[in-house]
């Protein structure tokens, strides 16, 4: 089996070595050992492969190697299908929680939502040499809205926090993968776009409490503080002083693992630090880490997906 067989680059006058390669095998049967040129006979084997259409980094094949193909496509569904199969999934999920009817037409425009957010990345965020990885298919969309059914109904106090959870999955499912500045500001403006148009919110009222300089915009840094997790406890989902005790340290874990809205970052770090201390005093390597902003972020990243059924991540990272 050979997936994205359209992959490889095309030379200045069309070939596709690894292509012509297969193609040679197809053709006559057999290759070439390299060291001595002796023929190499290839029996009893048969290929199947996988492509997209060309573009966005995949190019067309030469037709003498299609035409050793059955082809077969697969054509997409159209917007009308995928918004009823969703629409269906998050009526389920509704009825299932006992939500209430406002939560029922929210989850309609979170639909509406991630189909806008989904097409506009596939037609906007392409695949290329440098970021191969930018592919998107309905996994993305079921990851998104399967994010939003991670929050029990005892942690959705009104639509608003619903439609704060489906920005957050969506900067997770599709903001985690994007490489340079610019396409996460593409990202961040089409996220905001979408909540003032589709959602029908006002952006910087439904994230007025993340606007740290209180100049009445919620910028793309500040979205950074946008979270949802399941480790910190109630202490993590309530306001600072709340959560202090007036002022004492913030409790760390107390209540729980429901994934729910971040709002006490102190909460958040003190029980990432007892994790770690607790780590290192079983362990016979123990980690001298500093638990700053980022590693927070990155830390429950990884949280969200382990979370979940049969997911999987791919930490890219340097040094």
Known sequence: FVDDLNMPAREEYGAQPPIELLRQWLDHGNWYDRKDTSKLGLVDMQLLAAMGPPGGGRNPITPRFL???NVITINSFDDNTVVC??????AWHVQAQGL????AKMG?????????????????????PSKSHYLFNLRDFTRVIGGVFMVSKAKLASPDVMARLWSHEVFRVFGDRLVDAADNTWLYEMVRKTVDETLGLQFNTLFAHLDANGDGEVDENEMRSLLFCDFGGDAAGAPAAAA???????????????????????AINAA????????????????????FRFAI???????????????????????
């Open 67 to 69: 035409r050793h193909f």
């Open 85 to 90: 199969i969703f629409d269906a999934l998050v």
């Open 100 to 103: 209430a009817d406002e939560f």
């Open 108 to 128: 309609e425009r979170l639909v509406q939502g991630t189909l806008r957010v989904y097409k506009a990345a596939m037609g906007t965020l392409l695949p290329t």
């Open 244 to 266: 202090g005790g007036g002022g004492g340290a913030p409790a760390a874990g107390g209540g729980g693992t429901e994934y729910q809205e971040v709002h006490n970052w102190e």
């Open 272 to 291: 990432v630090e007892a994790k770690l201390e607790e780590y290192n005093n079983i362990s016979k390597t123990p980690m001298d880490l500093v638990m």
């Open 297 to 319: 972020e990155h830390v429950s990243r990884v949280s969200r997906v382990i979370r979940q059924g049969r997911s999987h991540a791919l930490l890219v990272g340097v040094g």
